[in-house]
């Protein structure tokens, strides 16, 4: 507990960067997705499975290179445009890793199919925190951490104090249906209470994005805790002492990412925000 404590703390610098946003934001969401994507491929090893790093690699520079192009939009919002490039390199990574896989006498189709689990699941995933930046209303960033580490938080502490129900047994023992619970209100309220702090007009949307971001945030933690289970390892990495690497600490704000974008994407075409 003590060294997961000092190494929150150490992570607090890393709120700057929500702060300043765009470019630097856009920065570290290329690291986290070349770092992550690079787990995620030696994870895949332990089952003697061989995505392509390189190409997982090139095809993330790739994918965050599209952020240049929202200037060329003739139109607002950008984030739509790019939103559209994102889309297609969506198609063009699946098809890459797809061709990747055409040397059957030295790779097996799991090969190529792992590639692109890991360039969607982990680079385009990454991707939406850039999106979220990019629209009118990037305060909305805020949202993608306080609901997946709020969610997470009242989670533990509820499943650790009233925890009872196992929920998913197979993937963590430790986590519990009351401590799902908790973490949903928790999320919720705590991105209610930025809501009504920093952005008044839009409390009711906040409060959604908290009660799906952290739902989204729980899938997220899980989906990785089956894909290390499946791998045979305990943590990602060691890059992050008492949290492992950078898919251990961030496997549920990847998650949540695409979550927020896609409702603010409703609320401007819906409720026109």
Do not use: Q
């Not at 929202?70 to 061709?99: D, N, R, T, Y």
């Not at 040397?103 to 991707?127: C, H, M, Q, W």
Request: net charge positive; glycine share 10%; aromatic share 14%.
């Amino acid at each position: 507990m003590k060294t997961r404590i000092i190494s929150g703390v150490i992570m607090v610098p890393l709120l700057l960067v929500l702060y300043f946003g765009g470019a630097v934001l856009w920065a570290a969401a290329l690291i986290i997705a070349v770092m992550g994507v690079k787990e995620f491929c030696n994870g895949w090893n332990n089952l003697e499975v061989r995505p392509s790093f390189p190409v997982c690699c090139v095809m993330s520079i790739l994918l965050f290179a599209t952020y240049f192009a929202g200037g060329l939009a003739a139109s607002e919002p950008k984030h739509h445009f790019v939103m559209m490039l994102a889309c297609m390199w969506v198609f063009a990574a699946v098809a890459v890793s797809l061709i990747y896989g055409w040397k059957i006498n030295e790779r097996g189709a799991y090969d190529a199919a792992a590639t692109a689990v890991s360039l969607v699941y982990i680079p385009f995933f990454t991707y939406h925190m850039v999106l979220i930046d990019m629209t009118e209303h990037s305060r909305f960033i805020w949202i993608v951490v306080i609901a997946a580490f709020g969610s997470d938080i009242f989670a533990y502490f509820t499943g650790y104090f009233l925890g009872k129900h196992k929920m998913a047994p197979n993937l963590s023992p430790k986590k519990t249906i009351e401590g799902a619970v908790g973490g949903l209100a928790g999320s919720t309220l705590f991105c209610a209470l930025f809501g009504l702090i920093f952005m008044k007009e839009h409390v009711a949307v906040c409060a959604v994005m908290g009660l799906v971001g952290g739902a989204a945030g729980m899938a997220g933690d899980l989906t990785a805790s089956a894909f290390k289970r499946k791998m045979g390892i305990k943590d990602y990495g060691t890059l992050i002492p008492g949290h492992g690497g950078i898919m251990d600490r961030f496997d549920s704000v990847i998650f949540v990412a695409p979550v927020v974008y896609y409702i603010i994407f409703a609320a401007e075409l819906l409720l026109g925000i």
